[in-house]
């Protein structure tokens, strides 16, 4: 569980040193930031990637077994992943027309998206522990505990 945090530590103080070097050392401005934020989400994926391989309790090698009822994973993944994307998509097409109204709209829709952003991270945070917890507490069949986790998500949201 502490792994994530620790690789993006390590990611952040690399990503402040490519920003530095592609930002300003070399003058490629809003590009080198681009490159920069890349480099190091494909850092944060591989040094993970690497650590699961490495430890045998969370790494699995993929097997026709694990297809096996994966349609109703997919009828919710899929499901989940449209509602997502609409609302994503939504907010774009309000960026792009403020932006058609005026540059202060376009400030003012940007300051707002931030602040949805910001404050939509609390429940999805306490959403993405609860159901790790909830999934924990079903697969050892203690289903007391499962319930208390998934209600209490319903009172903190």
């Not at 045998?56 to 992943?81: F, H, Q």
């Not at 058609?100 to 952003?117: H, K």
């Amino acid at each position: 569980m502490w792994v994530p945090v620790y690789v993006q530590c390590v990611t952040l103080i690399v990503h402040i040193f490519l920003c530095w070097l592609l930002i300003w050392y070399y003058p490629f401005g809003a590009v080198g930031a681009a490159v920069a934020t890349n480099i190091t989400y494909i850092a944060n994926m591989i040094i993970t990637d690497i650590w699961c391989y490495r430890n045998l309790d969370t790494w699995a090698m993929p097997t026709r077994e694990m297809l096996n009822d994966i349609c109703p994973y997919l009828k919710v993944g899929i499901s989940g992943m449209l509602m997502l994307c609409f609302e994503w998509w939504a907010f774009e097409l309000l960026a792009i027309f403020s932006g058609l109204l005026s540059v202060e709209a376009l400030a003012a829709e940007v300051v707002v998206i931030n602040l949805v952003t910001f404050i939509f991270m609390v429940p999805l945070g306490i959403s993405y522990s609860a159901s790790a917890l909830t999934g924990y507490f079903i697969a050892k069949r203690d289903f007391e505990r499962a319930r208390k986790y998934s209600m209490l998500t319903l009172v903190f949201n």
